[in-house]
C-alpha cells in the first residue's frame, strides 16, 4: 500500500458490523469510507454517530470509493451473494467476513475459487484465534510438549436458550448453534489437530420449534487422533459463552479455554496460565481483546499484501465440517 491509508466499508450493522466498524475508525492507517445497511432507522442514526462516512442502503453505492477492502458482516445466508456482488462489481480484492464464511461447503468452496481468481487478501472472523490462551495452547502443540497427540474433548456452551430463559425466541438468522457458536471450536480444532474426519452425530432440538440447539460428534484424524465434540447453547451457568478443549497426549495433558491453559506432564510437572498471564492487553478494547487483535492482523495483511488466517481455504473447512456432522446426524435417525 506504500504507506497510504487502507480505504474501507463495511456491509451489514448489527452487532458485530457496528463493532468492527468502531475498531477500524480508530486504527492507524485505516479511512473508514463507507457503511452499508437496508435498515433506514439504522441508516439514520449512524449519520449522527459516522458525520464524515458514506452511509449506503444498496452496496453498488459503495461501487465509487475506490475502496481497498470491504468487511462483510450480514447473516450468514446472505455471505454468498454480497461476498460475490463486491468480487464480481469490483468493489474491492480484500474480504474480511465473519463467521461462518457461507451457509454450507458448496458456497464455501465457489468464494474460495471466486477469492482465488481476484487476488487479494481474505480472512474469515474466527476470533478465538487471538486470544491469548489458545494462542499459548497452540504454541505448546507446536513445540511437542505433550508429545504425540491421542485424543481430545471439545466442547461449546452458553446458556443463550437454557430453561432459565424458557420462551425466548431462537433467532433462525443465527443458523442454529452449530454455525453460531460451535464453528468456533471447530475452527481451533482443525488449527490444532489438521484435518478431521466426522465419524458420527447426533442433533437435537431442546428449545423447541425444530432448532438446531445441541450437537454431539466424534472425528478423528489421519494419525489415528480421535475426539469428540459437545456443544450446546441451553447449558445453564453459562453466561458468557464459552470454548474450550482437553488434550491428551504421550507426554501429558493439556487443558485449554477463554481463560485458562492448564499443562500436566506425566513426569508431575506441572504449569497454568490465566489471561492476565499472558498479556493479553490491546490499545483499544471493545467487545474483547481478540477484535482488536483481529483487526489489526488483517489491516496489516492487506497493507502488506500477505496471506492471513484463518483464510476462506482454511474457513472452508469448518463449513465442510458442519456440514458432515449434519450429514451423519440424520442417518443416525
Not at 474460495?112 to 481468481?117: I, K, Q, S, T, W
Request: charged share 30%; glycine share 10%.
Amino acid at each position: 500500500m506504500g504507506g497510504e491509508s487502507l480505504r474501507v466499508a463495511v456491509v451489514g450493522l448489527g452487532k458485530m458490523g457496528l463493532l468492527h466498524a468502531s475498531i477500524l475508525n480508530v486504527l492507524p492507517n485505516v479511512e473508514l469510507a463507507g457503511l452499508c445497511d437496508k435498515s433506514v432507522v439504522l441508516r439514520r442514526f449512524l449519520k449522527k454517530v459516522f458525520k464524515k462516512i458514506r452511509i449506503v442502503d444498496d452496496l453498488e453505492k459503495l461501487s465509487d470509493l475506490g475502496l481497498d477492502a470491504v468487511y462483510v458482516t450480514t447473516p450468514i445466508l446472505s455471505h454468498f451473494s454480497v461476498v460475490e456482488a463486491v468480487y464480481l462489481k469490483d468493489i474491492a480484492c480484500n474480504l474480511f467476513v465473519e463467521k461462518t464464511l457461507a451457509s454450507g461447503y458448496d458456497e464455501a468452496e465457489k468464494l474460495c475459487e471466486l477469492a482465488r481468481g481476484f487476488g487479494g487478501v481474505n480472512m474469515v472472523g474466527y476470533l478465538r484465534r487471538f486470544a491469548v490462551t489458545f494462542k499459548k495452547a497452540k504454541d505448546l502443540l507446536d513445540r511437542e510438549v505433550i508429545g504425540d497427540l491421542v485424543s481430545f474433548q471439545a466442547y461449546a456452551y452458553s446458556s443463550d436458550f437454557s430453561k432459565n430463559i424458557a420462551g425466548s425466541r431462537v433467532p433462525a438468522v443465527r443458523g442454529g448453534v452449530l454455525k453460531d457458536l460451535g464453528c468456533h471450536v471447530v475452527d481451533l480444532a482443525l488449527w490444532f489437530f489438521g484435518d478431521l474426519e466426522v465419524d458420527s452425530a447426533g442433533l437435537k432440538s431442546l428449545a423447541g420449534g425444530g432448532s438446531e440447539d445441541s450437537a454431539c460428534f466424534k472425528v478423528s484424524e489421519s494419525s489415528g487422533l480421535e475426539g469428540e465434540f459437545n456443544v450446546s447453547w441451553c447449558v445453564e451457568n453459562y453466561r458468557m459463552p464459552e470454548v474450550g478443549l482437553s488434550i491428551s497426549g504421550s507426554k501429558g495433558n493439556l487443558k485449554v479455554n477463554d481463560d485458562k491453559v492448564e499443562l500436566k506432564l506425566n513426569n508431575g510437572k506441572s504449569s497454568s496460565w490465566y489471561r492476565h498471564d499472558l498479556r493479553d492487553n490491546v490499545v483499544f478494547w471493545l467487545g474483547g481483546p481478540e477484535f482488536f487483535r483481529e483487526n489489526e492482523c488483517f489491516v496489516k495483511s492487506v497493507m502488506d499484501g500477505c496471506e492471513v488466517e484463518p483464510s476462506f481455504d482454511s474457513a472452508s473447512k469448518v463449513d465442510r465440517v458442519i456440514d458432515e456432522v449434519k450429514r451423519r446426524a440424520d442417518e443416525s435417525e
